[in-house]
């Protein structure tokens, strides 16, 4: 049996599932669990009679994923399930999680029916559980307050003789998916996906997995080179670099950049953050055709953006936006229309604008924390005598503002940016 109960000892690798940026911001709860919480919370489920958490196994005997049931009810043949899998996992693994799970629910815990909330905004999800045989029963509207809201949470149900009659389509699609026969690369159309941010690494792995062509992934300039001699793509995406485009690329190849404001306000550097000091909750995703006049261009696609929470939050949620705008454009083949209005630039931050605020409201000094908060850059500070302590993971409840202090001594930070 592909799935085992959920040890002790799988705890540390389930954590680092849970906490992947990818994984715990298409959950109800997006927060980061600590290891302290984590074992506390084991300790909990494990003499709950209605929670069974359980890991997934490849065929290799590697986990891959975690599927849990709450709320079991065995005298009326119900729960609620979940799951994540291993950010890091091949393609196709979710599909058969998905239908471990599902035998496993009917066979194994003899229910009749299987629920599950999903958030509106989780296309993946949502489209993962059509996929299985699960039906829509109902929606909860805004059942949910996410960071960037209220949410309506989508209430799908399957019964164990709808399973039986969906699980060989499953299977039969599963194992077509694992024997198929690809077109030779050359017959494909060639993409560019550059950034210099792991974070999206995920989303280009699903992106290469989900639409078709030959799809390649850069993360810095002599990366870009080296393919761009021996490929002729027909889009770069730029989603997150640091580096001069040289004209010779962006003259000669399609390339698409995506910038967080609703251009033309807002164009140059830290948007982000200085979106966030003048007071926005939320902006736009610009994908703007590259030109020699920075974020200039004429405009692909805008789609909504929220504000709300860390910075990493906002920057993966951009990601997640970036990648559905990509297979846009890609499906489409848009023609961009040049901008409207007025330009209105912003001015890149320097790291001594990471310095906390010495006065003004508590809602000013939890913005500037959070605006800050991302890999790569300097987190919010204040500096006492020969240290420095640095703030992050900021919370403001009932007037009150928590964050997570960081001690170490002064040093420079010439050279950084935001």
Known sequence: MPLRPLAERDLAMVRNWRNHPFVRLSMFSTQLIEESEHLAWFERVSVNPEVCWLVHEDDTGKPDGAVYFTEYRPHQGMAFWGFYRDPEATGGSSTRLGMDGLDYAFDQLKLRK?????????????????????????????????????????????????????????????????????????????????SCKAWHRPGFEALQRETPGDWTWVSCPSELMAALEHQSPSYIFFLHWSWLVPKDVWSRYECVCFHMTDVPYGRGGSPLQNLIAAGHTETKLSALRMLAQMDAGPVYAKRPLHLNGRAEDIYLRAGALSFELISWIVDQKPEPLEQQGGPLTFKRRTPDQSVLPSQGALDKLYDHIRMLDAPGYPLAFIEHGAFRICFSNAELKNGILEARAQISKCQSTKGADT
């Open 114 to 194: 299987l629920n599950a909330d999903v958030l509106a905004n989780n296309q993946r999800s949502i489209a993962f559980h059509e996929r299985l045989g699960f039906q829509r029963e109902g929606v909860f509207r805004d059942g949910h307050l996410a960071d960037s809201g209220p949410v309506d949470v989508i209430r799908y149900g399957i019964l164990e003789n709808e399973w039986r009659e969906q699980r060989p389509w499953v299977l039969a699609c599963l194992e077509a998916r694992a024997h198929r026969t690809l077109p030779e690369r050359s017959d494909l159309q060639q993409y560019i996906v550059a």
